[in-house]
């Protein structure tokens, strides 16, 4: 479906096959994500780490099956933001654009920080806000030359990923077969003596950030070569890939941690329990290698797809009047929006190196990026829900109802059950977005969106009715 529809021209070039979205969506989630945040993960799930992942997984296979739903319907960049605004209404886009900005804005500088913290601990003579600094910059350079070199580079940094976790893999079950660690169990799954829903989805509210990223391939529907089927496949296949190896690597992990009730009990202040278990599993070097492959793949990797994210969704926002209009510049020559690329590298080294000097600055940056994620997640399920309301209630009443409605379900029961600073940060953040809606409104400028026209019409502005 041609974006034209939808009062746009297509300016952004059609680079993205369904291989290198999935390559995209591998890399965003990161294939050894849980080797940065293992040990709050473990301690928040009561040692079930595991099934943490898997119920997690279970949650966002529902929540990209709402997203196939909507992306086929209106196929452009923006996602949720642009799903909300004409499902429901502008205003209602408007807010969600809000808490997705929480987590896409945050994602890069989060990385960079956790990235930093990893080479740290490699260079102690570097302090974490150069590494940040370093990070942020060399992503930009390589997000302003083009997708093309994205796509190459995404390729590049998978095969690295993926190659780190076979080598641990491998290393790790020899060593659990050798007596090692913990032997054969399936305790990371299931442990009756101390499982409940509450410590699970806890552990899950933890373990969400591993999996942001699918999400993201919404926002390159304008780069798909084949639009929207493509997106809604991608989803799904990168998904299932990385829960499997998600929930391989935390299982064998997790038998191999040298004193499990400790870090339940103290947690992992300085993030080196995947390592600590990996030195177990074959010595020094392979802790050093996991911990060197986590700072390329969340400071580098990672970080460069998330930026590209978050300025496509800056872009959408712009060009619809709700955010400054040099936000939504393309660059002629190399097809990206060079200026939102530019300003969310720009907000990522100045929040990013207030960060580097607190020290929860880790924390409070997951607690945001979750919650921003999760908001916006409930929020695209009402979407299918409304707008197969409005629409005539055409489709599958499973897919357009059953399952948005399980999927907000475990959504609402994971933000119940996550860290009280999580809560009130997203809280906050949310209450800032309706005073800035409020502001609009008062002043004149209600949020408005291209209007879906019919074949032979000229493409209409939506505004909202207060």
């Known amino acids: 479906m041609s974006i034209d529809r939808f009062g746009y021209q297509q300016q952004l070039r059609r680079e993205l096959r369904i291989r290198d979205l999935i390559a995209y969506g591998l890399v965003f989630m990161v294939v050894i994500a849980p080797f940065g945040i293992f040990g709050s993960v473990f301690q928040a799930s009561g040692g079930m780490i595991a099934l943490a992942y898997v119920v997690g997984a279970a949650a966002m296979i529902l929540t990209a099956s709402s997203y196939g739903v909507m992306v086929a319907k209106y196929p452009v960049a923006g996602s949720v933001y642009g799903y909300a605004g004409r499902a429901i209404g502008p205003a209602v886009g408007f807010l969600t654009g809000w808490a997705i900005l929480l987590d896409y804005v945050c994602i890069p500088l989060l990385l960079s920080l956790v990235a930093g913290a990893s080479m740290a601990s490699i260079v102690p003579s570097v302090p974490i806000w150069a590494w940040l600094i370093i990070f942020v910059l060399a992503n930009t350079v390589m997000n302003v030359f083009g997708i093309k070199t994205t796509k190459l580079l995404n390729w590049i940094f998978l095969a690295a990923e993926l190659v780190v976790l076979v080598i641990f893999l491998v290393y790790g079950l020899k060593a659990i077969a050798d007596g090692k660690g913990h032997g054969f169990s399936l305790d990371p799954f299931y442990n009756g003596t101390s499982f409940t829903w509450s410590l699970i989805l806890g552990g899950v509210s933890v373990g969400m950030l591993s999996y942001l990223g699918f999400d993201a391939l919404g926002l390159l529907a304008e780069d798909a070569a084949d639009g929207a089927r493509t997106v809604r496949s991608a989803m799904y296949l990168s998904l299932l890939v990385v829960a499997a190896l998600f929930v391989a690597q935390t299982w064998v992990a997790a038998l191999l941690v040298p004193d499990p009730a400790g870090l339940i009990a103290n947690g992992d202040p300085d993030g080196t329990a995947f390592y600590d278990a990996a030195e177990v599993a074959g010595g020094p070097w392979l802790g050093t290698l996991t911990a060197l492959a986590t700072a390329l ?69 997951s607690a945001m990026v979750n919650f921003g994620a999760m908001i916006a997640f409930i929020v695209l399920h009402v979407c299918v829900i409304w707008d197969w309301a409005k629409n005539g209630r055409t489709g599958g009443l499973g897919r357009n109802v059953i399952v948005p409605l399980l999927g907000a379900g475990i959504l609402v029961a994971v933000i119940f059950h996550a860290q009280l600073l999580a809560q009130k940060v997203g809280l906050i953040w949310l209450g800032l977005g309706v005073i800035v809606l409020i502001v609009l409104l008062s002043t004149g400028r209600k949020p408005a969106l291209p209007e879906v026209p019919a074949d032979d019409e000229t493409p209409k502005v939506v505004t909202e009715n207060v």
């Open 297 to 365: 793949a969340w400071g580098v990797a990672n970080n460069m797809v998330a930026q590209v994210a978050t300025s496509r969704l800056l872009m959408a926002m712009s060009r619809d009047k709700q955010l400054p209009a040099f936000l939504s510049r393309v660059s002629l020559s190399r097809s990206v929006p060079t200026n939102a690329i530019l300003a969310t590298a720009a907000i990522s080294l100045g929040i990013g190196l207030w960060m580097a000097n607190r020290d929860d600055g880790i924390t409070l940056m």
